[in-house]
């Protein structure tokens, strides 16, 4: 019986990932005046177009096996940014989440190296939970911490659900929860037997 969500298989690689930051936004614009009204709702997730590499039926059929499993939006898997997986800040300590209740655009944490500029900087990623419960957010300015070990991030996409108190921030090879965006897998094979793989996904909202 299959386990999800599922690691992404690592014997190839990925030729490209084109990530996508989703915001739910109403926009309405007047056909006359061309003035227009935005009004932001709660909604924003992540999106994601996945291309493989070109590969023989071996290495194809690992992927082919293991996008079958998910069947279609079924299930779900675990992705992150496969360029990202260090930050460029420069860290340090064991980050944790400094209080409870904290959901929305901002988190406060503590358990960092005291005094640090450039704790983590603007684009860096951090991960809250794990597994099913694994969310994925991009930090928007850059962090120091304060003498105590202390800073808050600012975060896209908002925290939904709030973490614990003293639950652990993992600040490498950070990863979320998606599911594919179509119940439908497929891949091409060329006249030479090389397999095309290409899929799109979205997170776990």
């Given at each position: 019986?299959?386990?999800?969500?599922?690691t992404l298989p690592s014997h190839t690689?990925?030729?490209?990932?084109?990530?996508?930051?989703?915001?739910?936004?109403?926009?309405?614009?007047?056909?006359?005046?061309?003035?227009?009204?935005?009004?932001?709702?709660?909604?924003?997730?992540?999106?994601?177009?996945?291309?493989?590499?070109?590969?023989?039926?071996?290495?194809?059929?690992?992927?082919?096996?293991?996008?079958?499993?998910?069947?279609?939006?079924?299930?779900?898997?675990?992705?992150?940014?496969?360029?990202?997986?260090?930050?460029?800040?420069?860290?340090?300590?064991?980050?944790?989440?400094?209080?409870?209740?904290?959901?929305?655009?901002?988190?406060?944490?503590?358990?960092?190296?005291?005094?640090?500029?450039?704790?983590?900087?603007?684009?860096?990623?951090?991960?809250?939970?794990?597994?099913?419960?694994a969310t994925l957010h991009k930090v928007?300015?850059?962090?120091?911490?304060?003498?105590?070990?202390?800073?808050?991030?600012?975060?896209?996409?908002?925290?939904?659900?709030?973490?614990?108190?003293?639950?652990?921030?993992?600040?490498?090879?950070?990863?979320g929860n998606f599911r594919l965006s179509?119940?439908?897998?497929?891949?091409?094979?060329?006249?030479?037997?090389?397999?095309?793989?290409?899929?799109?996904?979205?997170?776990?909202?």
């Amino acid at each position: 019986m299959t386990t999800y969500p599922l690691t992404l298989p690592s014997h190839t690689g990925i030729r490209s990932v084109s990530l996508r930051a989703t915001n739910a936004v109403a926009y309405d614009r007047s056909p006359f005046t061309f003035a227009g009204q935005a009004q932001a709702s709660a909604g924003q997730m992540w999106e994601a177009d996945v291309s493989l590499p070109p590969m023989k039926r071996a290495d194809a059929e690992v992927w082919i096996a293991w996008l079958t499993s998910l069947r279609g939006q079924y299930g779900t898997f675990l992705m992150g940014d496969p360029s990202a997986a260090t930050a460029r800040g420069t860290l340090g300590g064991t980050p944790l989440v400094n209080g409870a209740s904290q959901t929305g655009a901002t988190l406060n944490i503590d358990g960092a190296t005291a005094d640090v500029t450039n704790w983590l900087r603007a684009g860096d990623y951090i991960q809250l939970g794990a597994a099913s419960s694994a969310t994925l957010h991009k930090v928007l300015e850059d962090v120091s911490t304060d003498g105590s070990g202390q800073a808050t991030l600012t975060l896209w996409p908002h925290i939904r659900t709030a973490p614990t108190d003293n639950s652990t921030v993992v600040t490498s090879n950070t990863v979320g929860n998606f599911r594919l965006s179509s119940n439908s897998s497929e891949w091409s094979i060329s006249e030479a037997s090389i397999y095309g793989i290409n899929f799109s996904a979205m997170e776990v909202v």
